[in-house]
């Protein structure tokens, strides 16, 4: 038994080499996050009658329930400057560490390396081991680091140590997960879905949960995101709340390492089915389309879903702001002034942030097409550079907008349920799509380091966290202006409120044309990389 | 007609590396021209140059008489290539992989695209994901062929055949030819170039060695020669050209440049040769030389 382990320290040390600069980034990232929130809480709220004010608009505020869960203690500095962070954070982090977990193991084994590896004295569960003590590892340091931060801008120890833990045992739940999910699929890609899906149905339930029941109900306990709000973190310190993620990786490990065990290498539990002797597809469009269909068609089900469900609750947002106090403080969390408006804008903002992520990962797979030698493949035949790249830029570029359109159309079906007017449909369609060119200058900026830079193409993922940090929190932080304007997302027209202004989508769109331009300009001169 | 592929003086760095250094390379309509040279030599680089995929840093070339890098796109019309690390997309099967790339380069023929699946007996059902390296081969050597193209460019396009497989793409490039295509295949193997090529280039560091006919090649090596004599003749390790003389009793083995034979011969007949007996030099010891640097030749 302790031969299948052989090995797990020198791959400890491997997946520590390559990750050694993105999880220390990451990590500093996540604690830095945190600490600026608390100290600009503090800094906003000096006294409790303010907090308290401002926490039971938050918690009277259904959109707002839903997309960062309540405030549990309106008394406490510490619950209202991270109730924005609580779940919303432990889903990054949950994403983080399925990144993490799949990218040591599975994708690894895509690739073949680990057959190399595994002809050493290499066990079978070393990879799976080494993948989940980094994880698990690095979750912890995660969550200590933030308890730090969290200590230094002023909060108390004890819930300082709940939110940073909260946090590094929903790494730990969903790495373990990922564990299993890479058994599960031959493919890196799809073993990641999976865990993705999970991290996902994990936050719309305790989105529906939270906003059903003040305190969470059954549906917030069924989600390890939950469990995180349910620790209430400065509002409680319930330690034992963390013994369910504990619990969760507990089956999770032993499943995936069973699985492990028991399949050969390279092989899933879901196997391929043989596909045609004959193939329909005839040009790079077609093949592109077909690369990225699924994912495609995922993110559209989840706006979807996701919409409809912020719709719906979207009525039970009015009715209760008339102090200036409260307008202030929605206006810093990114809405506008006209109540159940100014909440449907600030879903559509958040819609906008997350369809940046996916324009970026559909773009992103023109570098992993190059990168695998496909490129190579196709470009050796009749079809010019510029003809395969638009063929991936163009489903990137028209599913932001398809993404969004179904997103805008959902929200709009789903107030039209809660309320029974349906004229808000058509509006907030057209409103999601003002959110368009925002995440095209992400989508532009990263087909620009596709051109010129190629090895520089991950490096998007930091200039989108730095976006979406800036967009959401600098209002909080009261962050200058010059440094809120370098996000695209501050560009965004506030829709569907009335006063929105909609001069920003003209240099948005001229932005994302430019970073375009010229990245076709980059794309078309240089050396094509080989894998 | 002019040369279907005419290399000269090309340079490419990647960074401070040089890639090709000066290289010299002509390939002539309708001949199977064998690329030599040992790992790391420079022939990929020199097929992704041709495809217009890396962009030179000086010289001059073209394919079939156009600027690969400029008119990359029509070009790729009269051109198949088969990389050497072939990879393709896990989750569509071999058939679907063939199709299209038969189709982006202007269609392919069914029946020959018939043929050659199952000379090469490839299950196009199977999804790429799970070929072998061998199968992800076939699956490019037949997309390759099923294409009515002029020509061929092949990065080691056998190295992970079977021998019986090995025999069928032979039997295939000699069809080829007899079509009148060309072919421009990389190698190491040595016995592969020698069954299919008409000529040869060798390269090594970015550069060519020599290029030539293999009889040709074979010219520039050294000759064994074991002579049995009356006398011993005195100047024999003086002679230009005569090198690594031994001498066992009456019997004297030498190894001589073709152009120091005349004089090495008539100083052995001057000396009563008895008996001679000379061996050609093999293909390896030919490439062994080329390869194996800081030798002059």
Same mark, same amino acid.
């Given at each position: 038994?302790?031969?299948?382990?052989?090995?797990?320290?020198?791959?400890?040390?491997?997946?520590?080499?390559?990750?050694? &600069?993105?999880?220390?980034?990451?990590?500093?990232?996540?604690?830095?996050? @945190?600490?600026?929130?608390?100290?600009?809480?503090?800094?906003?709220?000096?006294?409790?009658?303010?907090?308290?004010?401002?926490?039971?608009?938050?918690?009277?505020?259904?959109?707002?329930?839903?997309?960062?869960?309540?405030?549990?203690?309106?008394?406490?500095?510490?619950?209202?400057?991270?109730?924005?962070?609580?779940?919303?954070?432990?889903?990054?982090?949950?994403?983080?560490?399925?990144?993490?977990?799949?990218?040591?193991?599975?994708?690894?084994?895509?690739?073949?390396?680990?057959?190399?590896?595994?002809?050493?004295?290499?066990?079978?569960?070393?990879?799976?081991?080494?993948?989940?003590?980094?994880?698990?590892?690095?979750?912890?340091?995660?969550?200590?680091?933030?308890?730090?931060?969290?200590?230094?801008?002023?909060?108390?120890?004890?819930?300082?140590?709940?939110?940073?833990?909260?946090?590094?045992?929903?790494?730990?739940?969903?790495?373990?997960?990922?564990?299993?999910?890479?058994?599960?699929?031959?493919?890196?890609?799809?073993?990641?879905?999976?865990?993705?899906?999970? +991290?996902?149905?994990?936050?719309?339930?305790?989105?529906?949960?939270?906003?059903?029941?003040?305190?969470?109900?059954?549906?917030?306990?069924?989600?390890?995101?939950?469990?995180?709000?349910?620790?209430?973190?400065?509002?409680?310190?319930?330690?034992?709340?963390?013994?369910?993620?504990?619990?969760?990786?507990?089956?999770?490990?032993?499943?995936?390492?069973?699985?492990?065990?028991?399949?050969?290498?390279?092989?899933?539990? &879901?196997?391929?089915?043989?596909?045609?002797?004959?193939?329909?597809?005839?040009?790079?469009?077609?093949? @592109?389309?077909?690369?990225?269909?699924?994912?495609?068609?995922?993110?559209?089900?989840?706006?979807?879903?996701?919409?409809?469900?912020?719709?719906?609750?979207?009525?039970?947002?009015?009715?209760?702001?008339?102090?200036?106090?409260?307008?202030?403080?929605?206006?810093?969390?990114?809405?506008?002034?006209?109540?159940?408006?100014?909440?449907?804008?600030?879903?559509?903002?958040?819609?906008?942030?997350?369809?940046?992520?996916?324009?970026?990962?559909?773009?992103?797979?023109?570098?992993?097409?190059?990168?695998?030698?496909?490129?190579?493949?196709?470009?050796?035949?009749?079809?010019?550079?510029?003809?395969?790249?638009?063929?991936?830029?163009?489903?990137?570029?028209?599913?932001?907008?398809?993404?969004?359109?179904?997103?805008?159309?959902?929200?709009?079906?789903?107030?039209?349920?809660?309320?029974?007017?349906?004229?808000?449909?058509?509006?907030?369609?057209?409103?999601?799509?003002?959110?368009?060119?925002?995440?095209?200058?992400?989508?532009?900026? &990263?087909?620009?380091?596709?051109?010129?830079?190629?090895?520089?193409?991950?490096?998007?993922?930091?200039?989108?966290?730095?976006?979406?940090?800036?967009?959401?929190?600098?209002?909080?932080?009261?962050?200058?202006?010059?440094?809120?304007? &370098?996000?695209?997302?501050?560009?965004?027209?506030?829709?569907?409120?009335?006063?929105?202004?909609?001069?920003?989508?003209?240099?948005?769109?001229?932005?994302?044309? +430019?970073?375009?331009?010229?990245?076709?300009?980059?794309?078309?001169?240089?050396?094509?990389?080989?894998? | 007609? =002019? =040369?279907?592929?005419?290399?000269?003086?090309?340079?490419?760095?990647?960074?401070?590396?040089?890639?090709?250094?000066?290289?010299?390379?002509?390939?002539? =309509?309708?001949?199977?021209?064998?690329?030599?040279?040992?790992?790391?030599?420079?022939?990929?680089?020199?097929?992704?140059?041709?495809?217009?995929? !890396?962009?030179?840093?000086?010289?001059?070339?073209?394919?079939?008489?156009?600027?690969?890098?400029?008119?990359?796109?029509?070009?790729?019309?009269?051109? =198949?290539?088969?990389?050497?690390?072939?990879?393709?997309?896990?989750?569509?099967?071999?058939?679907?992989?063939?199709? *299209? *790339?038969?189709?982006?380069?202007?269609?392919?023929?069914?029946?020959?695209?018939?043929?050659?699946?199952?000379?090469?007996? !490839?299950?196009?059902?199977?999804?790429?994901?799970?070929?072998?390296?061998?199968?992800?081969?076939?699956?490019?050597?037949?997309?390759?062929?099923?294409?009515?193209?002029?020509?061929?460019?092949?990065?080691?396009?056998?190295?992970?055949?079977?021998? !019986?497989?090995?025999?069928?793409?032979?039997?295939?490039?000699?069809?080829?030819?007899?079509?009148?295509?060309?072919?421009?295949? #990389?190698?190491?193997?040595?016995?592969?170039?020698?069954?299919? #090529?008409?000529?040869?280039?060798?390269?090594?560091?970015?550069?060519?060695?020599? #290029?030539?006919?293999?009889?040709?090649?074979?010219?520039?090596? $050294?000759?064994?020669?074991?002579?049995?004599?009356? $006398?011993?003749?005195?100047? *024999?390790?003086?002679?230009?050209?005569?090198?690594?003389?031994?001498?066992?009793?009456?019997?004297?083995?030498?190894?001589?440049?073709?152009?120091?034979?005349?004089?090495?011969?008539?100083?052995?007949?001057?000396?009563?040769?008895?008996?001679?007996?000379?061996?050609?030099?093999?293909?390896?010891?030919?490439?062994?030389?080329?390869?194996?640097?800081?030798?002059?030749?």
């Amino acid at each position: 038994m302790a031969d299948s382990f052989a090995g797990t320290g020198a791959l400890v040390r491997l997946a520590l080499r390559r990750d050694r &600069l993105l999880l220390t980034l990451w990590i500093l990232g996540f604690a830095g996050m @945190a600490g600026f929130s608390a100290a600009a809480t503090v800094g906003l709220y000096p006294d409790e009658g303010s907090r308290v004010q401002a926490a039971e608009i938050v918690n009277a505020t259904g959109a707002l329930v839903a997309l960062y869960g309540p405030v549990y203690d309106p008394t406490s500095v510490g619950a209202l400057s991270l109730f924005k962070l609580t779940a919303f954070g432990a889903a990054i982090t949950a994403v983080l560490f399925v990144f993490v977990v799949i990218r040591h193991t599975r994708a690894e084994e895509e690739a073949g390396r680990l057959e190399l590896l595994g002809a050493g004295r290499l066990g079978r569960l070393a990879a799976l081991s080494a993948a989940l003590i980094v994880a698990f590892g690095a979750s912890l340091v995660l969550g200590v680091a933030s308890a730090g931060s969290l200590i230094a801008a002023g909060l108390p120890v004890a819930g300082s140590f709940a939110f940073g833990l909260g946090w590094a045992f929903t790494g730990i739940a969903f790495a373990s997960l990922a564990g299993v999910t890479a058994q599960v699929t031959t493919g890196a890609r799809a073993g990641r879905s999976l865990a993705l899906i999970a +991290v996902a149905v994990a936050y719309a339930l305790r989105a529906v949960g939270d906003v059903a029941s003040g305190g969470g109900n059954w549906l917030s306990w069924l989600s390890p995101i939950g469990w995180m709000q349910q620790v209430r973190a400065y509002a409680g310190d319930r330690w034992w709340v963390l013994l369910l993620p504990t619990a969760m990786a507990a089956v999770c490990v032993p499943v995936a390492m069973v699985l492990r065990s028991r399949r050969d290498l390279g092989a899933g539990l &879901l196997t391929d089915r043989a596909g045609p002797s004959q193939g329909k597809l005839s040009s790079v469009s077609g093949l @592109a389309w077909r690369l990225q269909r699924t994912v495609l068609i995922s993110w559209a089900v989840g706006f979807a879903a996701f919409g409809f469900l912020l719709g719906s609750i979207s009525d039970s947002v009015t009715g209760f702001l008339d102090s200036p106090q409260a307008a202030e403080y929605l206006q810093k969390l990114g809405g506008t002034d006209a109540l159940a408006d100014a909440f449907l804008a600030a879903e559509l903002a958040i819609m906008g942030v997350l369809v940046a992520a996916y324009g970026i990962e559909a773009a992103s797979r023109l570098h992993g097409e190059e990168e695998d030698g496909h490129a190579e493949v196709l470009l050796a035949t009749s079809v010019s550079r510029g003809r395969w790249a638009a063929s991936h830029l163009v489903i990137a570029l028209m599913g932001v907008a398809g993404v969004l359109f179904v997103g805008g159309l959902a929200v709009g079906l789903g107030a039209w349920v809660a309320t029974g007017d349906p004229g808000q449909v058509g509006a907030l369609a057209v409103a999601a799509l003002s959110k368009v060119p925002a995440a095209w200058v992400l989508t532009g900026l &990263l087909f620009l380091l596709f051109g010129w830079l190629p090895r520089a193409v991950p490096v998007i993922w930091g200039v989108f966290a730095v976006a979406v940090v800036v967009g959401e929190f600098g209002p909080l932080w009261d962050a200058p202006q010059w440094v809120m304007n &370098l996000s695209p997302f501050v560009h965004s027209p506030g829709l569907p409120a009335p006063n929105a202004s909609l001069v920003g989508l003209v240099p948005l769109t001229l932005t994302a044309v +430019v970073l375009l331009g010229l990245g076709f300009v980059g794309w078309r001169r240089r050396d094509l990389t080989t894998p | 007609m =002019a =040369a279907v592929i005419d290399v000269q003086g090309v340079v490419k760095r990647f960074g401070s590396t040089i890639a090709l250094d000066g290289l010299d390379l002509q390939v002539e =309509a309708g001949e199977v021209h064998a690329f030599l040279g040992p790992n790391g030599a420079g022939k990929t680089t020199t097929l992704r140059v041709l495809l217009g995929q !890396l962009r030179i840093d000086a010289g001059h070339m073209t394919l079939l008489g156009r600027d690969p890098w400029a008119d990359a796109v029509e070009l790729h019309k009269d051109l =198949a290539y088969v990389p050497g690390e072939v990879n393709l997309w896990p989750q569509l099967s071999g058939g679907e992989v063939i199709d *299209l *790339l038969g189709r982006l380069r202007g269609g392919l023929d069914p029946k020959r695209r018939q043929r050659y699946v199952d000379l090469f007996e !490839l299950d196009p059902t199977k999804k790429a994901r799970t070929y072998s390296k061998g199968n992800r081969q076939k699956v490019a050597l037949v997309a390759a062929l099923a294409s009515d193209v002029p020509l061929l460019l092949l990065d080691e396009p056998t190295s992970g055949l079977d021998p !019986l497989m090995d025999a069928r793409f032979r039997q295939c490039m000699h069809e080829y030819r007899e079509t009148g295509g060309t072919v421009l295949l #990389s190698s190491h193997i040595l016995s592969e170039a020698e069954a299919l #090529s008409d000529r040869v280039t060798i390269i090594r560091s970015g550069r060519a060695m020599e #290029s030539g006919s293999l009889a040709q090649l074979r010219h520039l090596a $050294r000759t064994k020669v074991v002579a049995t004599v009356e $006398r011993m003749p005195d100047a *024999l390790a003086e002679l230009p050209g005569v090198h690594e003389v031994t001498v066992d009793g009456q019997q004297v083995s030498c190894q001589v440049d073709p152009a120091g034979m005349p004089a090495l011969l008539s100083v052995l007949a001057d000396a009563g040769v008895q008996a001679l007996s000379s061996q050609q030099p093999t293909l390896e010891e030919v490439f062994l030389r080329h390869y194996q640097g800081g030798e002059d030749g």
